[in-house]
């Protein structure tokens, strides 16, 4: 982990990397970046309406110095009628994957998760065949808790994700 990096909310200087990360291609030389056509302008206007950034959810920008690298969100998980969790995501450019980036920001959010919200539970899924990720999350804290077969649809098929967990008891907040 060579680089320092940092989370901070989504400027609009970050959009363009956001049309990047987010309007991936059938062309894309990723493999678990595409999932068919969608509204290339919707990030762009919840930006526009909240800054991405909302009591429910949010998306970050991570940065190294002034460069921006990715991002990472989080949207709510309901555990029943009375509590829920967090579930993450992390979208990195292609340059700089491999770097110990994921497993830093991950790491991170987790850690802004817990000490900001009353949740006790944040997860993460991933492609089975997402190998990267999965060594990120485990890096990062995260334990590998199971498979949910087939519950993503991408290119054509279904396909089995891996779910990673931690609790606010396994972070320390300071």
């Not at 909310?9 to 493999?31: H, M, Q, R, T, Y």
């Not at 989080?74 to 979208?91: A, E």
Request: proline share 3%; hydrophobic share 40%; aromatic share 8%.
């Amino acid at each position: 982990m060579d680089k320092k990096i940092r989370l901070i909310p989504v400027s609009e200087k970050d959009l363009g990397l956001l049309d990047i990360l987010f309007n991936a291609s059938p062309e894309s030389d990723e493999a678990f970046d595409w999932f068919g056509f969608s509204d290339p302008m919707a990030k762009r206007r919840r930006w526009s309406e909240n800054g991405l950034l909302t009591a429910d959810s949010g998306t970050l920008t991570v940065v190294s110095g002034q460069e921006a690298l990715g991002t990472v969100s989080w949207r709510p998980v309901p555990y029943g009628p009375l509590n829920r969790g967090w579930n993450i995501g992390i979208g990195l450019r292609h340059e700089v994957r491999g770097q110990g980036i994921g497993t830093q920001a991950q790491a991170l959010l987790a850690r802004y998760l817990f000490a900001h919200t009353e949740v006790n539970r944040v997860d993460a899924h991933t492609n089975v065949k997402n190998i990267a990720e999965q060594r990120a999350l485990e890096k990062a804290g995260f334990t590998r808790e199971g498979v949910l077969r087939g519950a993503q649809f991408r290119n054509g098929c279904y396909h089995d994700m891996v779910v990673y967990g931690i609790v606010r008891s396994e972070v320390t907040l300071d």
